[in-house]
Antibody, heavy 119, light 110 residues
Framework: QVQLVQSEAEVKKPGASVRVSCKASGYTFSSYGITWVRQAPGQGLEWMGWISAYNGNTNYAQKLQGRVTMTTDTSTSTAYMELRSLRSDDTAVYYC????????????WGQGTLVTVSS | QSVLTQPPSASGTPGQRVTISCSGSSSNIGSNTVNWYQQLPGTAPKLLIYSNNQRPSGVPDRFSGSKSGTSASLAISGLQSEDEADYYCAAWDDSLNGVLFGGGTKLTVL
């Protein structure tokens, strides 16, 4: 079965960077993309972007352009999301999810990674 | 503030039918398909409806979706206590060149 396993929770200081990993199994990794979504405490879902695991093409949310980088490693079926210049309002649970296209559905989700930004 | 507008809350009693609306515009719902996600307390979201009205394997047929113009709806019939969750609509937005989520609707089963 499709499974996405994310890295453990992180605590970062303002201005630092964080990298969250998402290891996929149970399907052909390069045939899909990975969508990243975050959820601030008590808030709704926010789409961060999408990366194709086939060719590395990316589509980032406008508000995160310049601060976020998404990559994939097909040799390990792992996707990564790096967010830089962290602020307190970046505190959230970050989810990866399998998605065929940037505009498409996210049909299998990771368990989430809590990133806390605090001085 | 989300450009896809959902009611913040909805409620119903077991066995009832409830609907949750999602209102958008011509650049999102009006020109792209709508997906719905269910998020049970303390868990990751789960795909509930895709392409406006399609159910992934394993989703009960009590859940149905529809779209008309720039609005979409999620209907849940035969409401059960385990349906108590947050529900989000989502659609691609051609102006933003990204996915928009609705603000979410918290469904309470009374």
């Amino acid at each position: 079965q499709v499974q996405l396993v994310q890295s453990e929770a992180e605590v970062k200081k303002p201005g630092a960077s964080v990298r969250v990993s998402c290891k996929a199994s149970g399907y052909t990794f390069s045939s899909y993309g990975i969508t990243w979504v975050r959820q601030a405490p008590g808030q709704g879902l926010e789409w961060m972007g999408w990366i194709s695991a086939y060719n590395g093409n990316t589509n980032y949310a406008q508000k995160l352009q310049g601060r976020v980088t998404m990559t994939t490693d097909t040799s390990t079926s792992t996707a990564y999301m790096e967010l830089r210049s962290l602020r307190s309002d970046d505190t959230a649970v970050y989810y990866c999810a399998r998605g065929m296209a940037a505009a498409g559905m996210a049909d299998s989700w990771g368990q989430g990674t809590l990133v806390t930004v605090s001085s | 503030q989300s450009v896809l507008t959902q009611p913040p809350s909805a409620s119903g009693t077991p066995g009832q039918r409830v609907t949750i609306s999602c209102s958008g515009s011509s650049s999102n719902i009006g020109s792209n398909t709508v997906n719905w996600y269910q998020q049970l307390p303390g868990t990751a979201p789960k795909l509930l409806i895709y392409s406006n009205n399609q159910r992934p394997s394993g989703v009960p047929d009590r859940f149905s979706g529809s779209k008309s113009g720039t609005s979409a709806s999620l209907a849940i019939s035969g409401l059960q206590s385990e349906d108590e969750a947050d529900y989000y609509c989502a659609a691609w937005d051609d102006s933003l060149n990204g996915v928009l989520f609705g603000g979410g609707t918290k469904l309470t089963v009374l």
